[in-house]
């Protein structure tokens, strides 16, 4: 007979081999298998696990110990504030993107009729934050995969959020006569050689990679984002930490107003806003 609190203690241990945090690990997954918050495993301290919890545990265990990240093991991770199922047709999402969704938010201050579009939603993170923070508004998001697509509909059904979420490749699955007040993008932009591609073995490659150079994504997105958005419409991409002046450069050429790179706290270029271009 294990206690929970036996049984934790146990699974920190184990942890401390893949993990920098392996007490808050164990905390999550126990709580997460058992059905539980966190703060109760405390109350539950002396209970004992049935074989049944036993050998859910051990397979979040395993999982874990395989190298798996932390999101896929508890099979859902939290992002600017939303609890979100994730699986591994979906890219983890990252505290990164709040940049974009912060900066997209101080744009869409008090007008209850903004249209907004979300390309590459994979789990659904942008286009719910929008929609969540902005209830009036009408938001759209694109997916090329289906099984990310499913995992954000679900998302959004278990947040009584309103998207319109579409399947398909960029602007090709909307009617052509819809304009954006604002599009969000956090496409995939890594080259195909990038070096760190091994550490995200566990998540889908077409969510990181965009092809040899890693801009194409961004390439599409800017090519397509003028004659969808309004006049006075605004992008916002998530970008490569590298990839500012080219993503810049880009929007320039193609004549967007107030071309603008913003840094994360550590000082990097992580997000470029634009207006449309005036002829959109
Ligand atoms: C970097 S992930 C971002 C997911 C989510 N927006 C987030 O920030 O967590 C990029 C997403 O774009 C999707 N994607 C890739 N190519 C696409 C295309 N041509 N059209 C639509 N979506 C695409 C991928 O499947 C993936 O879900």
């Not at 696990?49 to 999982?63: V, Y």
């Not at 990164?96 to 009729?113: F, V």
């Not at 969540?132 to 059904?157: C, I, T, Y």
Request: glycine content about 8%; charged content about 20%; hydrophobic content about 40%.
């Amino acid at each position: 007979m294990t206690s929970f609190q036996e049984y934790q203690r146990w699974m920190s241990a184990q942890l401390a081999t893949v993990s920098d945090q392996p007490a808050q690990e164990a905390r999550w997954l126990m709580a997460r298998s058992l059905g539980l918050r966190p703060a109760e495993l405390l109350v539950n301290a002396h209970q004992f696990l049935s074989s049944d919890q036993k050998n859910g545990l051990q397979k979040r265990l395993d999982e874990r110990l395989r190298g798996v990240p932390m999101a896929y093991c508890l099979g859902e991770w939290s992002f600017y504030g939303l609890d979100l199922e994730v699986n591994t047709a979906v890219l983890i999402p990252r505290p990164d993107s709040e940049l974009l969704i912060h900066l997209a938010l101080a744009e869409a201050a008090g007008d209850n009729t903004l249209q907004i579009l979300d390309l590459g939603t994979g789990s659904g993170a942008l286009a719910l934050a929008m929609a969540v923070a902005r209830p009036q508004a009408r938001v759209f998001a694109v997916e090329q995969s289906p099984e990310a697509l499913a995992v954000a509909r679900r998302n959004g059904e278990k947040l009584g959020a309103k998207v319109e979420w579409l399947e398909g490749d960029w602007f090709t699955p909307l009617d052509p006569t819809l304009r954006f007040d604002l599009i969000v993008s956090n496409p995939p932009y890594l080259a195909s050689a990038d070096p760190h591609l091994p550490e995200l073995q566990h998540e889908p490659l077409a969510a990181l990679v965009a092809g040899p150079s890693g801009l194409e994504c961004l390439e599409s997105i800017i090519q397509g984002a003028g004659k969808h958005l309004h006049p006075g419409g605004q992008i916002f991409l998530e970008h490569g930490w590298e990839q500012g002046a080219a993503v810049r450069k880009l929007l320039h050429t193609l004549e967007f107003q107030q071309v603008q790179t913003h840094a994360d706290i550590a000082g990097r270029e992580r997000v470029t806003t634009a207006g449309s271009p005036n002829h959109a």
